[in-house]
């Protein structure tokens, strides 16, 4: 399968690496590059939970804004609009785990994109 779908997947903001999937679960980690930000999204199918391994993360969580450091961690739920941002001068890693339904990287809704990769 990683032939077809390589694991490790580069995007304008870092890249991600999925360490662990299952039948309603995957385990990503995210790099996120200096300066950079993913863009304010929804999902239909999944929820996802943010604990930052290095780094600090500003943080979009519905009607929240946060400042999560090393240990810290947020949950989003199914269907809530959220964004991840690294505005600091070190890379920011995350351990990302999904679950829903569908884990598919087509189930996103976006938003605002810095990147002009709006749906």
């Known amino acids: 399968n990683e032939q077809l779908l390589h694991r490790k997947v580069h995007r304008p903001w870092g890249w991600f690496d999925s360490i662990d999937n299952g039948l309603n679960h995957q385990v990503k980690i995210l790099c996120v590059n200096i300066n950079s930000k993913l863009s304010v999204q929804k999902h239909f199918h999944r929820s996802e939970h943010w604990v930052v391994i290095d780094g600090e993360a500003s943080v979009i969580n519905g009607e929240e804004t946060l400042t999560l450091t090393k240990g810290e961690s947020t949950y989003i739920p199914l269907g809530v609009t959220h964004s991840l941002e690294n505005k ?3 890379t920011l890693e ?3 785990v999904q679950s829903g339904s569908y884990l598919g990287e087509d ?3 976006r938003f605002e994109d810095v990147y002009g990769r709006i749906n």
């Open 107 to 109: 189930d996103i809704v």
């Open 94 to 96: 995350i351990i990302e």
């Open 88 to 90: 600091t001068s070190q």
